[in-house]
Antibody, heavy 115, light 110 residues
Framework: QVHLVQSGAEVKKSGASVKVSCKASGYTFTAYYIQWVRQAPGQGLEWMGWINTDSGDIKYAQTFRGRVTMTRDTSISTAYMELNRLTSDDTAVYYC????????WGQGTLVTVSS | QSVLTQPPSVSTAPGQKVTISCSGSSSNIGIHYVSWYQHLPGTAPKLLIYDDNKRPSGIPDRFSGSKSGTSATLGITGLQTGDEADYYCGVWDSSLSAEVFGGGTKLTVL
């Protein structure tokens, strides 16, 4: 069956970067996009962008453009999301999800940014 | 402030039914398919409805989706305490070139 397994929780200082991985199994990795969504404490879901796992094409949400980089390694069926210049507002649970629609989700990665 | 508008909370008794609305615009709900997600604290969101009204395998027919114009609705019948969760609508927005979500609706089954 389909699984998306994300890397573990991270604690970062303001100004640092974080890279979250999302390893897919149970399906052909390059047949589906991977999208990234985050949820800050007490907030709703916020879309960050997607990556075409076949071509590598990307689409970022305007909010994150210039700070986020999404990549993938097809040899190990893994997608990555790197967010730079972290602030406390970036403290959130980050999810990867297969799309579309967002039918399978990773378990989430808590990123805590402290000053 | 979310592009899609949902009521912050709804509550009802076990066994009853509830509807959750999602109001958008001509650049999102009006022209694209809507999905609905159930999110329990500490877990990954789960897809309940896609393409406005389709259920993935394993989702019981107690859950239903509909759409009219620029609004969509999630319906849940035979409510159970296990249905207590946050529910989100999601859709592509052509003007923003972004996936957008509603602010979420907290369902309480009293």
């Amino acid at each position: 069956q389909v699984h998306l397994v994300q890397s573990g929780a991270e604690v970062k200082k303001s100004g640092a970067s974080v890279k979250v991985s999302c390893k897919a199994s149970g399906y052909t990795f390059t047949a589906y996009y991977i999208q990234w969504v985050r949820q800050a404490p007490g907030q709703g879901l916020e879309w960050m962008g997607w990556i075409n796992t076949d071509s590598g094409d990307i689409k970022y949400a305007q909010t994150f453009r210039g700070r986020v980089t999404m990549t993938r390694d097809t040899s190990i069926s893994t997608a990555y999301m790197e967010l730079n210049r972290l602030t406390s507002d970036d403290t959130a649970v980050y999810y990867c999800a297969r799309s579309s629609p967002l039918d399978y989700w990773g378990q989430g990665t808590l990123v805590t940014v402290s000053s | 402030q979310s592009v899609l508008t949902q009521p912050p909370s709804v509550s009802t008794a076990p066994g009853q039914k509830v509807t959750i609305s999602c109001s958008g615009s001509s650049s999102n709900i009006g022209i694209h398919y809507v999905s609905w997600y159930q999110h329990l604290p500490g877990t990954a969101p789960k897809l309940l409805i896609y393409d406005d009204n389709k259920r993935p395998s394993g989702i019981p027919d107690r859950f239903s989706g509909s759409k009219s114009g620029t609004s969509a609705t999630l319906g849940i019948t035979g409510l159970q305490t296990g249905d207590e969760a946050d529910y989100y609508c999601g859709v592509w927005d052509s003007s923003l070139s972004a996936e957008v979500f509603g602010g979420g609706t907290k369902l309480t089954v009293l």
